[in-house]
Structure formats: structure tokens, C-alpha cells
């Protein structure tokens, strides 16, 4: 079993969704954002998404674009990205580590050369934000090669329509933004999303996660009937008005993994 798959398995064994938050990489600076994400699975995370700061984002609302800005400030990129990623596997030897972000830096990097160097810094899986199916044909056989998950979006206008195409090729979890928006967005109601579960899950056995909009326990609660509850936007947030204080985050990050407990 993959560390994803192991993750899932955990969680489903203690009757809890998977907790997944997400920060981004290089924010504020570099060292900064090693001890976040390294504290991160003690605080409560089963799995963890990092972001690839990006110069144009298309999904990302304000609070997380302004953090990629900090990040490609403080002169993050696609590889120093990547160092994150081993030194938090150096720290962190179970908890899965999914990368997010867009697909103009994998380009740029080289696919090959992306999925040789993710996978020895013991990156599982990564979302592709602005990588539909219909394009992904290049991409994913190398990504698998590498044993490194292809983590798929559907939106609340992809449900029933595209599910059967969304699923094809999709590995590790899917990912289900709850709103029609960006990041940060509004949240969705239970009932909106106990309705999509339940959608996705008799089109795939892969797990289901929920994110977008998800912003305090009481979301992830209101969430915790799907396999597993993203936050971002609120955590960066967070890292933003703390000025980054370990105590204050990890604080924050077991309370909201709390709520994913059913």
C-alpha cells in the first residue's frame, strides 16, 4: 500500500475523515515553512498538501495568492519546493505529502526530470489545478512510473457529467471543491455536499476529500462524513496574522483535525 492508501486506512479504522491542510512552500521564507510543514502531522495532519507558489493562479483567492507572492519573493521555486519536500520526508517517514499547484512550473521543470526528483524527496501524489483529463495523456504515465499520484478536482459543475471521465486515470484521493469559486470561497452546506459523495463514491472506490470554503471545526465537522476534510486558506491565514508562531499554529491545526473525528 502506497502511504496514501495507509493514511485512509488509519483514519477509516478510527472512524475520523483524514485531516489534510494545506500551506504553502517557501512562505514566508524557506526555513519558516520547514518547521510548519514538519509540525504539521504531530499537530493532527494525515496527509499534507504543500503549494508550488505560482505567478499566476487561477483557483487561488486572495489569502494564498498573497502568500505564493511571499513566497516568489523570498525566491522560492519548483526546486526549493522539492528540498521542502525532503526535509520534511527526512522528518516524517508515513505521513503522505502532496504538492499543489499549477502546471506551467512542471513544464518548465521538465517532467521527467519533476517526477524523478518528486518522488526521491518522497512526494506521493499532486494536484494540478489547471490540468484537465483531456490533457493530461503526456503527464500522467510518467507520474506513475514514479509511483507518484495524480490527485483530480471535481467541481460541483463537474458532478454527474464528468465523473466517469474525472475518475479514468485519477490515483490516491479525489479532491472535491465544495464551491463554485476559489479558495477561500464561501462554504458549502452539508446537505450539498453529503449529495456529491455520495455521486462521486458510486463512480470510484478512491477516496473522497472535501476542500474550498472549509475554514473552521465546525466546517470540518459539518464535512467529516467524506474521507477527508481540506483546509487551506484558513491556515495560511493563520500563518499570516501569527507572524508564523509554531505554538499558535500547531494550536490551531489540532483543533480543526479534531472535527474530522465522526
Do not use: W
Amino acid at each position: 500500500m502506497s502511504r496514501i492508501d495507509q493514511a485512509f486506512a488509519r483514519c477509516k479504522a478510527a472512524n475520523r475523515a483524514a485531516f489534510i491542510p494545506f500551506i504553502m512552500g517557501g512562505a514566508p521564507d524557506a526555513a519558516t515553512a520547514q518547521k510548519l510543514l514538519n509540525l504539521l502531522p504531530e499537530a493532527g495532519a494525515d496527509i499534507v498538501e504543500l503549494g508550488i507558489p505560482f505567478s499566476d493562479p487561477m483557483a487561488d483567492g486572495p489569502v494564498i495568492q498573497a502568500a505564493g507572492l511571499r513566497a516568489l519573493s523570498a525566491g522560492a521555486t519548483l526546486k526549493s519546493v522539492l528540498q521542502l519536500a525532503q526535509g520534511f520526508r527526512e522528518a516524517n517517514p508515513e505521513t503522505p505529502l502532496v504538492l499543489m499547484g499549477y502546471l506551467n512550473p512542471l513544464y518548465i521543470y521538465g517532467y521527467d526530470a519533476f517526477a524523478r526528483d518528486a518522488a526521491a524527496a518522497g512526494v506521493d501524489g499532486i494536484i494540478i489545478v489547471d490540468l484537465p483529463p483531456e490533457e493530461a495523456q503526456e503527464l500522467e504515465p510518467i507520474l506513475s512510473q514514479h509511483r507518484i499520484a495524480l490527485v483530480r478536482l471535481i467541481a460541483p459543475t463537474s458532478v454527474p457529467e464528468r465523473l466517469p471521465l474525472l475518475t479514468q486515470g485519477a490515483s490516491g484521493y479525489l479532491y472535491y471543491v465544495s464551491v463554485t469559486g476559489i479558495t477561500g470561497a464561501a462554504a458549502a452546506s452539508a446537505i450539498s455536499i453529503q449529495h456529491a459523495m455520495k455521486q462521486i463514491h458510486a463512480t470510484t472506490s478512491l477516496p473522497v476529500c472535501v476542500g474550498f470554503g472549509i475554514k473552521t471545526p465546525d466546517d470540518v465537522r459539518a464535512a467529516n462524513h467524506a474521507d477527508g476534510v481540506v483546509v487551506g486558506s484558513a491556515l495560511v491565514k493563520k500563518i499570516e496574522e501569527t507572524k508564523s508562531d509554531l505554538n499558535a499554529i500547531a494550536a490551531f491545526v489540532s483543533e480543526l483535525a479534531a472535527g474530522c473525528q465522526r
